[in-house]
C-alpha cells in the first residue's frame, strides 16, 4: 500500500440498521473527501430493547469487521451502543473510537437557558442512564428527563416522517416531557433527526432540538485534525454499504435518509468475529 493511501484511510460507521445514515449524511456534507465505510446490523437490529451484555457484544464484533478496512477512527453511530458499549470498545480497541452521546450532551448544556433538559431514545438507552449521568457530572443542578419512545423507530423505518399517524405519535410520548417545560430536547436515537419536523411543531419554538448527528461533526473534525488529516485532502471520498442483512426495504428508506441514490449494498457475516 503506497503512503498517500494510507494518509487518507476512510472513516469507518457503524449502526444496529440504517438510522446511522443520518450521520453519514453529515459526515458527507463536512467531509467530502473522506471515504466512508458503514456497517448496519439489520440481522440483529433492533438494540433498542437487548441487554447491555449483547448490545456490547454487536459492537465488538461491528468495530472488529470496520478495522478489515483500516479506518482512521470508529464513529458508533448508534445511541444505544454509544450509551452501552462506547466505554468498553474504547479500552478494547487502539484506533479512536467516537460516539454520539458526548457531543450531544455538550450542546444541549450549551443550549439550555432553564437548566432543564429532555432526552428521548430507546429503552436500553433511557435504562442505561448514561446520558443524565454525563449531564449531571458537568452541572448536578441540571434536571434532565428521559423518555423512551419505542415506536419512533417502526414509524421512521414507515418512511413515516410527517402525517396525522406521526403527530399522533409525536404527540402520545412528548406530552409528559412538554409538561416538565424542557427548554432543550437531545434527539438521541439515530431515527428521530427523521421526525424533527415534527417533534419541533409539537414541542413549540421555545424547546431546541439537539441533533446529535451534526453534533458529533466538530469531534471528528478535531479527531482528524489531531491526526493529521486535513479537509480537503487528496481523496476520493465515496461511500460503502455493508449490511448484515440485506433488508428488502433497506434502499428505500436508505435513499431518504441519504437524500440521495445509495450505492450497490455488501453483505457482510459479522458473527464470529
Ligand atoms: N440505532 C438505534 C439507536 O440509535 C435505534 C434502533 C435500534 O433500536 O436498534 O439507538
Known sequence: MTKKVQKNKPIGVFDSGLGGLTVVFNLQKSFPEKEIIYFGDTARLPYGNKSPETIQNYARQNTRFLLSFQPEMVVVACHTASALALGKLKTEFSLPIVGVLA????????????????????????????????????????????????????????????????????????????????????????????LKAVIAGFMGPKVTLVDPSEEVMPEIAAQLKERGQKAGAVSKGGLRIYLSDITPNFRKVATSFLKKELPRLGKANVENL
Open 103 to 194: 457531543p450531544a450532551v455538550k450542546a444541549a448544556l450549551a443550549k439550555t437557558r432553564n437548566g432543564r433538559i429532555g432526552i428521548i431514545g430507546t429503552s436500553a438507552t433511557v435504562k442505561s442512564n448514561s446520558y443524565p449521568a454525563e449531564i449531571k457530572k458537568a452541572n448536578p443542578k441540571i434536571k434532565v428527563y428521559g423518555l423512551a419512545c419505542p415506536l419512533f423507530v417502526p414509524l421512521v423505518e414507515e418512511g413515516l416522517f410527517s402525517g396525522p399517524l406521526t403527530n399522533m405519535v409525536v404527540a402520545h410520548y412528548l406530552k409528559s416531557l412538554k409538561e416538565k417545560k424542557i427548554d432543550t430536547l437531545i434527539l438521541g436515537c439515530t431515527h428521530y433527526p427523521m
